[in-house]
């Protein structure tokens, strides 16, 4: 099934806008700047955060300039904090291509960054809503909060399910968080609907974490990361993380404390992989999954009327659970 197809169709007009908005970010006239912005520009994703945005704005109402702006707002803001990640982990690759910190170098990135980071003051201040500024600027300080929770976690010897869905809720679900209540707010949607509407994109971004980490115990030239990744980066993801406290085995928890020091080798990540696999990790990760995605069809049939909008949605959370890359 083409879900894409099914969760633009009725925005399909305000994406190719939002899409000439978010563009026109990427122009500047100073030569390295303006080449790394293409760079960086040339490698975007689905945009599926924008297309949350859009699609619960029509929801409660009418998709507007502030509507566009904010969307543009948040993409960048994920682009920048995307940019920023990749030297904070030593990434190199994202979406399948060499991370900007390594077709440039560190300094370019964090810079590049950084105005990336300003472009998205200027857009969210055409909004000239101050709780939909207000918001994005919180947003900035969880996902930096989160992005240093993941760090310290990572020194931590325990290793704990609670821990990894506080970092994954300010990392990644609190993007998609702001997405769904800036969206809603945007289209002067009550406080009621808005926290609805802030709870279905948390539920929807922890669904997409929990995919995303299932994806680096499998080979795939799709993927935007290879195997083992996560390991060889210093996290503990949640199939391995059940796994291990599931499970008595000495030798593979010595190998889990090799990963958060930083000291373990392939050969032993594919060994973790293995016993993940083997002890259910993969198949706990994925109930996880359908519990998030119970909730999030639960609000779409309680809080979507338009026909179009909620075929759009649940094609949305049917995308994020049968995605493949």
């Known amino acids: 099934m083409d879900y894409l197809s099914i969760i633009r169709q009725p925005i399909e007009d305000d994406l190719n806008n939002f899409t000439k908005l978010f563009n026109s970010s990427f122009s500047h006239t100073d030569a390295l700047l303006s080449e790394v912005l293409a760079y960086v520009q040339k490698r975007g994703g689905k945009h599926m955060r924008p297309m949350l945005l859009l699609l619960m704005a029509k929801n ?18 994920h682009t920048s904090s995307l940019i920023h990640d990749d030297v ?9 291509q060499p991370s900007v910190n390594v077709s440039y170098n560190n300094k370019v990135a964090v810079l590049v960054g950084d105005y990336i980071l300003s472009t998205v003051l200027l857009n969210v201040s055409f909004t000239n809503n101050q709780r939909i500024i207000g918001y994005l600027a919180e947003l900035g300080q969880v996902l930096s909060a989160g992005e240093l929770l993941q760090l310290s976690n990572i020194k931590n010897q325990e290793i704990r399910e609670d821990v990894y869905y506080e970092v994954i809720r300010k990392k990644t679900a609190a993007l998609f968080e702001a997405c769904a209540a800036i969206g809603a707010l945007s289209a002067n949607a009550s406080d009621d609907e808005v926290a609805k509407a802030k709870e279905f994109g948390l539920n929807l971004g922890m669904m997409f974490q929990i995919r995303d980490d299932i ?15 996560d390991m060889a980066e210093g996290k503990l ?3 391995v ?5 599931n499970t008595n085995f000495e030798a593979m928890l010595t190998l ?41 069809m639960d609000y779409i049939q309680d809080n979507v009327k338009e026909k179009a909008v909620k075929e759009a949605l649940t094609a949305y959370v049917d995308y994020v659970v049968q995605r493949n890359y």
């Not at 994806?215 to 990744?229: H, L, V």
């Not at 080798?265 to 519990?291: H, P, S, W």
């Open 60 to 77: 409660y109402g009418k998709i507007t300039d502030v509507t566009q702006y904010s969307a543009v707002s948040l993409e960048l803001l």
């Open 88 to 96: 904070v982990d030593e990434s190199n690759e994202r979406r399948g």
């Open 215 to 229: 994806f680096d115990y499998f080979d795939s030239k799709e993927i935007g990361k290879p195997t083992g990744n």
């Open 237 to 239: 993801t949640l199939p």
């Open 241 to 245: 993380i059940y796994a291990l406290n």
């Open 256 to 296: 889990a404390k090799k990963v958060k020091a930083g000291t373990i080798n392939t050969d032993e990540i594919a060994v973790l992989v293995e016993f993940t696999k083997q002890n259910g990790g993969i198949d706990y990760a994925e109930q996880q999954m359908a519990k998030f995605s119970k909730l999030c």
